[in-house]
């Protein structure tokens, strides 16, 4: 058995020094506790833009620009090793943690945000960085289309891991992509919530046989920064709560094991068996017995997309 923490926590939105601080406080808080994944919400550094759901589309020009940048400045950039102070606290405790950042592009314009989940193992090692695929709707205003170079499973201490995030998880053969490559632990980092997205998370451990972790966006209004642009408009006190989080953790089959944690904030723990998935699997199994390649195959481009070439 193993033990896992779901950190159902927000972040100090728009300031990545200080998310990254409290991050590794709340690993240490779990690690405490014994867990030995640790697996925090969607866009955790530095806060999901649930601005974009109240804006204008295409309007309200001022204050998207405005957010933006701040989004840019708090965003991390991998390739200059702004993951460091996560990937020290994973090698101190022997942990993996599992984590979305709004990542920064490193390498070409510098300017490109993506929706990005990185899994990092108790070496402290970076073991796999995955953007969104397709940001959905307004969220195509705030960040840029990922590619399948980390639509992969990992090997982990506590098993195989894969992550997809939030909406991603309507993408049925990017479900069977992590399917195909024996994912024991389906990370789903998500700011949806509420009955219908818990039963899409119960579909996927039936139709995957393999446990289900969402980790939900707690999101109340007092997390709101008090110089945040338009606050008194985009969010009225009279709303306490604007995200209500829903974390939950999943057996494979379905059955709910723990949570899901609505409208509060700390750590959702719970044991899950990896050895019980392919035991799940007698019964149906998508990619194995149940499968039928003669009549369906599914072909994934894996080559890191990019728009200039050097020779």
């Known amino acids: 058995m193993r033990k896992v923490a779901i950190v159902q926590e927000a972040p100090i939105?728009?300031?990545?020094?200080?998310?990254?601080?409290?991050?590794?406080?709340?690993?240490?808080?779990?690690?405490?506790?014994?867990?030995q994944l640790i697996v925090f919400p969607e866009a955790f550094i530095s806060g999901y833009p649930a601005w974009?759901?109240?804006?204008?589309?295409?309007?309200?020009?001022?204050?998207?620009?405005?957010?933006?940048?701040?989004m840019l400045k708090s965003a991390v950039d991998i390739d200059n090793n702004e993951l460091q102070p996560l990937c020290e606290a994973a090698k101190k405790h022997k942990v993996t943690i599992v984590c979305g950042i709004n990542e920064r592009d490193g390498k070409l314009s510098r300017a490109t945000l993506y929706n990005t989940v990185v899994v990092i193992g108790e070496d402290g090692s970076l073991l796999n960085r995955h953007r969104k695929l397709m940001?959905?709707?307004?969220?195509?205003?705030?960040w840029g289309f990922g590619d399948a170079s980390g639509?992969?499973?990992?090997?982990?201490?506590?098993?195989k891991v894969g992550t997809l995030i939030c909406w991603e998880n309507y993408m049925p053969l990017a479900r069977y992509a992590l399917y195909s490559q024996g994912v024991e632990i389906y990370i789903a980092p998500t700011y949806d919530s509420g009955n219908g997205w818990l039963g899409t998370m119960?579909?996927?451990?039936?139709?995957?046989r393999c446990w289900v972790i969402c980790s939900g966006v707690p999101l109340a209004h007092e997390d709101i920064p008090s110089d945040f642009p338009n606050k008194d408009t985009l969010y009225p006190d009279t709303e306490s709560w604007i995200n209500a989080g829903d974390s939950v953790v999943i057996a494979p089959g379905g059955?709910?094991?723990?949570?899901?944690?609505?409208?509060?904030?700390?750590?959702?723990i719970a044991e899950i068996d990896?050895?019980?998935v392919a035991?799940?699997?007698r019964a149906l199994d998508v990619v194995g017995h149940y499968s039928r390649p003669d009549l369906f195959t599914l072909k994934v481009n894996t080559k890191p997309q990019s728009p200039v070439e050097f020779e």
């Open 151 to 159: 639509l992969k499973v990992v090997d982990t201490a506590v098993g």
């Open 279 to 281: 035991e799940s699997k």
């Open 274 to 276: 990896s050895d019980s």
């Open 52 to 70: 974009i759901w109240r804006l204008r589309p295409g309007g309200d020009w001022g204050i998207n620009e405005e957010l933006h940048a701040q």
């Open 135 to 142: 940001p959905t709707n307004p969220e195509r205003m705030v």
């Open 202 to 208: 119960q579909h996927i451990a039936r139709e995957g």
């Open 13 to 35: 939105i728009l300031n990545k020094q200080k998310t990254l601080k409290l991050a590794v406080d709340l690993i240490n808080k779990a690690a405490k506790q014994g867990a």
């Open 255 to 268: 059955e709910i094991v723990a949570g899901p944690m609505r409208e509060e904030k700390g750590l959702l």
